[in-house]
Every structure is written in C-alpha cells, then in structure tokens.
C-alpha cells in the first residue's frame, strides 16, 4: 500500500574522510522515499526550486516514485552542508539554507488522498501536523524528528508525538527528548508522549523497537523491546541519509505487509538496517538508486546471519 | 572442562547513582569464576592479602570454584576505588592500591596443571605471559586486557597476543590497540596481531565477534562477524565487572561444550551477554552469587526472543 512521505528534499554539499561532493542530491524525503521504493509505491510531498532539473525528476521517477506532490517554487532548493570525521558518528553542520523551504506549506494532490501509510520525515513539527490534518484516515503515521525541534519547539512537537504509531529517532534525540540517560527508562517516557512504537537507532550498534500499550491491534502488550543489529562495514562512504534510508526499508517493508504484527515489525527493523547499510557505501543517493531487490534480499540473509544462532547457513 | 583462571581478586569502593560500597569483593578474576562457574568447574590464581577471610573464601566456594591457586600474602589485597555517574559507561577510576599484586608472581598447582581451558584476566601481560609458559598443553587461551597495558606495555602485550586464540576486549581498547577508528578495520588489524578470534564488547549495545583465518578447526574461514545483543535494563546498578562476567558466561560455556564450532561460540556470545546483564544488576558480585541456573536459561531465551525474527515466543 502506498505511503505518502511528507519532507526535504535538498541538496547537500557533504566531506567525509572519502571524499567532497557539492551540490548532491539529498534531503530526507529522498533517502526515505528511495528506500522506501523497493518495497511499496511511494509519494512525494516537498518544495523545490529552480535548481531542481529533470535530472533530478529521474531519480525519483525511475524508482517508480510518484513527484506529483513536489511543488516548484522560486528560489533555490534547501541546502545543507555538513562534515564528518573521525568516527563519522556525527555529522558537523556547516550551514543549512532552507531556501525555498522557508515558506513550505504542503498541499496534499487529491490523488495522494487514499495514502494509507503517512510518514512525517523531519521537518518543522508544525508542518508535520498539517500534514497529518489533512490526512484524518491513514492506518499508520510514523514520524522523524531532531535535536532542533525537540530543544526549541517542544510544545509544537507535542503535537506530533501524540499522532505517532512509531517514532523513530536516535539514541542521543532519544534520551534529549525524555531528559533521561537510561535509554529503557527515556523509551517509556517517550512512548508516554504518545508513540505505540519507539524505533531507537544506533548507528553502527544497530536500532531497538521499545513498544507501548497498543503496539499491536488485538495483542497482549508486547512487554520485551526488539533488537536488530547493524552490518559491521569496513567502509563508510558517507553516513548521510543512513537514519532516513532505514526509515524507509523499515516503513516501506511494514507497507507492503497485509497485517501489522510482531513478526512483521521484526522484519522490518532488519530490512531498516538493510536499507541504512546500503545508503553509507556511496555518496548521498547514489547505492540507494541502484540496489536490486536481489541485494536487499542477500542483505538481509546476512542480517540474519550475523545476529541468528540458528542460522541455516552458519 | 575446567578452565584456569589468573588474575586480580580484590577489593571495591564503588559509587554509583545508586549508592556506594565499601571493601566489597571484586577483581576480574572474582566476576569470571563465578560466571563461568554456572556452566564448568573454575580453578582460580589470584594473590590476597589478609583482608581475605574464610568469608570471602566461601563467596568461591560456595560455587564449588577451586581456590587452592589463591595465594597468601601479608600485607593488603589488591584494592580499586572508582564512580561512575550520567550513563554509567565509564568507570572513573579514583584510585589503585596494588598492595600485594606488586610482586604476584602466579604459580601454578599441580592440581591444575591438566585444566584444557586457559582464560588471561586484565593483568600485566608479563604475569599473563609467564603462566600461558608454564601451561603448555591447554586446548584453548583466551585473553584480556585494557587500555594501560595497550598505551605503556605494547611489547609485552603483543606476545601474549600471539599466544590466544581469543581476545575480549572492549570497543576503545580495540580502536587503540589498532590505532584504527573503523571497528571492522580495527578487527582485521587485531586478528593479524595473533588472536584467532576477536570478541568486542559494546557495553549496552552488545558484543560482535570478529574470526580470523582459522577461527574454527577443519572449517572453511568463517568470513562475517557474529553480533549478540545486550539486554536493554531499566536500571544498571553497578557496572563494575559486566566484562568479566560477559568473559566468564562466553568462555564457560565454551569450555563445557565437546567442540568448538561456529553454533557453540554463537550461543556462547549470548551466554555471555547475559552473564553480563545479571552482574549489573547488584553490586559487585552480589547477583552473580546468587542466580540459578533456571533464571540464567530463562534470560538466555529472552536474548533470543530480543534479536531473532523468528522466535518461538513471539
């Protein structure tokens, strides 16, 4: 079933230990929908400029994806340019142009209507509530947030939580957002902000599903959190884009499934750290736009294989 | 098999978020035998001073642990003071009276000399080196250290490196004793050091296992690392000796299984992980006296109900 992903869809100009690129194709809408778009039809909301040319269409488009929802304004696109080093567990902002994303306000196209999966990919709170006005009857929301809106927007971002079937953050937004260092004891806090999920990544350590009350329809509550591991890589290219790369295997996988059940929410947290290991071997989108499924399915075999001790293959 | 274990027995001052204790019996030694001792008999060499009564004596064998290579010397035991505050993934260290492990010079009792299983404690490479010499035959040495011995005792270290066939060291001991940020680099370059398997421990993230050429007799290298997950705690007492009891649960269990195959060192990453999550849970070696073979299953089957797609339970 098609998702409809409400968020940036940027340039960055982006160092790492690898290498420099300028201008490159990013933003979170991107990676997530790029992701996303292995496993179920996916729509676009976000504003452009004029910098944005067909060639940049084509990436979407040739990924099955539908653009209608990406409207063209005047001015440039949102920019950011960051840095990472060392460890590249973080990236160093160096600036960040919103651009024509300064006066964003998304309009749903009609045809994006009957969306029954709605992700809200870090952007201004207030933007992801309107969004999520427009959209009263999906069966799932799952949201993004960061440092920014959490620290200065709280109250707006409040909002938010309380709409969220899953959440899905890192361990530091995690622990910022619940003003709590035990990362058990912040899930329980955030999830009582509303989630019924709480998706926690940790970068190369992998990510952890922590579930409130009514995770699961018509399921005892699920009392045991859910951990997926990470590929252990001997290269990262560049880490931008990871967090949203996994976000789309994890949402595009719960999509594509008849049901919601544990079963298919473990899948899709190993189909997340599919999807993240993927997008860090390349700069910006580039191994996002031309993985096979037959990858992803390799992939997520040696996911299992690095983390199962009853591994066939072992 | 049995396992013989050198290293430090001592005595803690430890503060916590959740209190503090004075005198209270540690060392790496003290946390891995009694881990280990839940799966296979555990013969110690440690040296004491007086402070150690018939009290802390029991503490061993009450496990049925051998303690007749605990040495008796006058003056005090070995003695650690440290805190930890915020996350707790760091101990402060405060203060290290050596006391009677100046001189130690570890002998070995005839009664020990047939043990199969050889476990290096975090003590001066040179100590590790001499008792690895004097035990000639053992089927299997695995290896401690940390970062005082990496930083100002490389040349020592790097026979004792030599001489294993597993190292378990923690994520910042494995960079810096590669000099190597990549975890996956940082493995190869510690695999070439010598040791034939490598066990990086992440603290509340897990552990990943790194094999070298010939991590497994008469198998075709086994090319993909191996990741066991840590349980997420609501509450962490005290860390003090989480690895060597993560040490003691991984060797133990190595140690009382007929063959070292990738599925036994598998389920012997697990056993560790959760030898581990039971010494946290109460100050120094209070949990780990105490729990029963029945709860150590049961939390063995919630590791795998944490980390596998398809779980029975689920």
Redesign the interface.
């Known amino acids: 079933m098609a998702i409809l992903v409400v968020g940036s869809v940027a340039f960055d100009n982006i160092e790492t230990p690898h290498g420099k690129v300028d201008d490159c194709l990013g933003g979170a809408a991107t990676h997530f929908s790029l992701a996303a778009s292995y496993f179920t039809p996916v729509r676009v909301i976000a504003v452009v400029g004029k910098d944005f040319t067909a060639e940049h269409e084509a990436v979407f488009t040739r990924r099955g994806i539908d653009i209608q929802g990406i409207e063209r304004s005047n001015g440039l696109s949102f920019h950011w340019t960051g840095a990472y080093s060392?460890?590249m567990d973080e990236a160093k902002t160096l600036g960040t142009d919103l651009n024509v994303f300064e006066t964003f306000d998304p309009k749903i196209p009609e045809a994006y209507k009957d969306s029954e999966f709605l992700f809200l990919a870090n952007i201004d709170p207030v933007l992801q509530a309107r969004v999520r006005m427009q959209m009263p009857n999906v069966r799932m929301v799952c949201g993004d947030t960061m440092n920014y809106w959490i620290a200065d927007h709280a109250a707006n971002l409040a909002k938010v939580l309380r709409e969220l079937d899953v959440l899905l953050i890192n361990d530091g937004e995690a622990r910022m957002l619940a003003g709590e260092?035990?990362?058990?004891?912040a899930?329980?806090k955030v999830l009582s902000m509303g989630p019924k999920t709480l998706v926690v990544k940790?970068g190369?350590?992998?990510a952890?599903a922590?579930f409130g009350e009514h995770s699961f329809p018509g399921k005892a509550k699920v009392s045991?959190?859910?951990?997926?591991?990470a590929l252990?890589?001997?290269?990262?290219v560049d880490p931008t884009g990871a967090g949203d790369s996994f976000a789309g295997g994890f949402y595009g996988y719960l999509a594509s499934q008849p049901e919601l059940t544990?079963?298919v929410l473990?899948?899709a947290m190993?189909y997340g750290g599919v999807m993240g290991s993927f997008a860090v071997e390349r700069f910006g989108t580039e191994r996002l736009q031309n993985v096979s499924r037959q990858e992803i399915d390799d992939r997520f075999k040696?996911f299992?294989?690095?983390?199962?001790?009853?591994y066939a293959g072992?």
Chains 1, 2 share one sequence.
């Not at 045991?224 to 591991?229: K, L």
């Open positions: 060392g460890n260092r035990n990362l058990v004891l899930a329980q940790h190369e350590y992998g952890t922590f045991h959190p859910f951990r997926a591991p252990p890589l001997a290269e990262v544990p079963a473990r899948t190993f040696l299992q294989e690095i983390s199962h001790l009853d072992a």
